[in-house]
DNA sequence: TGCCCGATTAACT
DNA sequence: GTTAATCGGGCAA
């Protein structure tokens, strides 16, 4: 059985968590899978929320370490994020992808397609096939209904420019498993 | 108060 | 390739 991720785990830099969480697996509600694609956002990056200082919004940035940060993109989707260390600084983990493993019925019926690859391959798409929402913002990684496992196995992590962001686009704080069929888009070569 | 725009997605052409 | 959907945050006035 695979170790569980506790706050320990996120008491570090955005930068070394993030090629940490890749091939480690996330469930919901006993829904998820194995985490494939993720972006470190850092606490001095411009493109971060967090970037401006403490807001209503952004506040569990500003939080500790170890706890889910959610919200809401363009008016319509949720994306979830991990807060890391250090504790008040605000950085955390944009989580964008996974390969489904498990509830695979349930994500199909909460997203309304049935192609594996469309389920949860983009960081509005798993929110929806896990049913997260701002009413999850805040809760604790390590506690149900969260279950985060370490990977079990050696895993080739690849990093590039993060997507969809205007400013500081070419740093490569994007991370991914190497050749997963799951990302929400290819890393160029 | 008003305005612009975004860590996105799906449905177009 | 382009664009609508949709709304709160952030900032100018």
Not at 17 to 42: C, K, N, Q, S
Not at 91 to 120: K, N
Request: with cysteine.
């Amino acid at each position: 059985m695979p170790k569980r991720l506790t706050k320990s785990f996120f008491r570090r830099s955005v930068h070394e968590v993030a090629p940490d969480l890749i091939g480690a697996t996330l469930r919901f509600d006993g829904v998820g899978g194995r985490m494939v694609e993720v972006e470190a956002y850092h606490h001095t990056d411009p493109a971060a929320h967090s970037f401006r200082g403490q807001t209503e919004r952004n506040a569990v940035m500003f939080g500790p370490p170890g706890y889910a940060y959610v919200y809401r993109s363009y008016g319509i989707h949720w994306c979830l994020n991990f807060v890391c260390e250090p504790e008040g600084s605000a950085s955390a983990v944009l989580i964008r992808a996974l390969e489904p493993t498990a509830g695979l019925s349930t994500m199909r019926r909460r997203r309304g397609v049935t192609d594996p690859r469309l389920l949860c391959s983009g960081p509005g798409r798993l929110c929806e096939a896990l049913r997260i929402s701002h009413r999850q913002n805040g809760f604790a990684l390590d506690e149900p209904p969260f279950e985060l496992f370490a990977r079990s196995d050696a895993v080739e992590v690849v990093a590039g420019p993060r997507i969809g962001i205007t400013k500081a686009v070419n740093e490569p704080w994007r991370y991914g498993l190497k050749g997963s069929r799951f990302l929400s888009k290819p890393f160029k070569r």
